[in-house]
């Protein structure tokens, strides 16, 4: 996948011999995020904290890649922040607490001290700059490489279970990570190919001997300049007793005829919202050759085997910890009745 560019290579000849010129070079789509396959954790010594298994600020980029992953983590935090009623945060706490268990996999709760060191309320730490050392305290990585250090008695850490690591949480779409990527790709693919004047380009054979150094040189200028939407529509050329096929126009790849846009678009959304075990009926997509479910039956069984799990995850780790005073226990709604 590339783009074309103004930019132009050039060979000095003589109307005897073969000149080639071509725009632009390759462009790389973008490939952030390529070290989800990992097997052991390392240890920062010069900062003292284990770095994270996953890049986050590769997992922060993936949810503006795709329009359904960045969408199903809003909506499958809305969900469980919504159950949220009562206890030490409000609910807008409660949501970053919420975003940052299922973007990064763990969230960090800060107990909040009064002056005799009892806990009065809890405060959600961006895990997106949290690190753990190897002695269980955390620390928060601020600018100019300075550290804001936390006892471990102080954090209130949650997170999803990592078979291949302990120290910190693993996110669970990681299998449709991929599908994301590619729909950006493709998504940006077509973007560059309409900006490019609808097509992929194309070879300009010339083989007539009675078109002249100038002509050549005029016609690499015009082409250069034709890039953009709808600039190269058509060009007018004369040629003195020249031959009926002196000059050909042959296109490089014709993606009108081969789209393959419309399907890698529909697939990739389908193994996204399975990645995250979305109901489809909840995802504002249409199946094909089909009709929709009961948005209530397919609410209420997910409900059921995702949310209300997640909220009672959150209630077990911070009203089991022994410093926190009932009055800022944490208390979802965990009904769950189909209508």
């Known amino acids: 996948m590339t783009e074309q560019k103004t930019e132009t290579i050039t060979k000095e000849s003589t109307n005897d011999e073969s000149l080639m010129f071509s725009f632009g070079e390759p462009e790389f789509m973008n490939r952030d995020f390529t070290n989800y396959d990992y097997s052991e954790l390392y240890y920062n010594d010069d900062g003292d904290y284990w770095e994270p298994p996953l890049d986050r600020t590769g997992l922060n980029k993936l949810t503006r890649a795709n329009a359904y992953h960045g969408s199903i983590l809003m909506a499958r935090r809305n969900m469980i922040a919504g159950r949220y009623t009562q206890g030490g945060m409000q609910k807008q706490q409660m949501q970053s607490a919420v975003h940052d268990f299922l973007e990064f996999g763990d969230t960090a709760l800060l107990k909040l001290r009064n002056y005799l060191g009892k806990v009065v309320g809890l405060w959600p730490i961006p895990t997106m700059y949290l690190r753990k050392r190897k002695n269980g305290d955390f620390v928060f990585l601020e600018r100019d490489n300075k550290q ?5 008695e102080d954090i209130i850490f949650i997170k999803q279970y990592d078979p291949v690591q302990q120290v910190y949480g693993g996110p669970d779409y990681l299998g449709c990570v991929q599908s994301a990527l590619l729909s950006q790709d493709s998504t940006t693919f077509r973007r560059r190919y309409y900006k490019n004047g609808l097509h992929m380009g194309f070879i300009f054979y010339a083989t007539d001997p009675n078109l002249s150094k100038e002509d050549e040189d ?13 600039n190269f529509r058509s060009m007018f050329i004369n040629i003195p007793n020249g031959n009926e096929k002196g000059i050909q126009l042959i296109p490089v790849g014709d993606i009108a005829t081969k789209d393959e846009y419309e399907k890698i678009k529909n697939v990739t959304a389908q193994e996204v919202i399975t990645g995250h075990r979305f109901p489809v009926e909840l995802a504002a997509i249409i199946p094909n050759g089909g009709t929709r479910g009961d948005p209530i039956k397919f609410d209420y069984v997910y409900c059921k085997n995702e949310v209300i799990p997640a909220c009672e995850m959150f209630m077990d780790a911070v009203n089991g910890d022994p410093e926190v005073p009932k009055n800022l226990h944490l208390t979802f709604n965990l009904d769950n009745v189909a209508t």
Do not use: H, P
Request: no cysteine; hydrophobic share 20%.
């Open 148 to 152: 804001k250090r936390y006892k471990k």
């Open 218 to 230: 005029d016609l690499k200028e015009k082409m250069a300049s034709s890039r953009g939407v709808g």
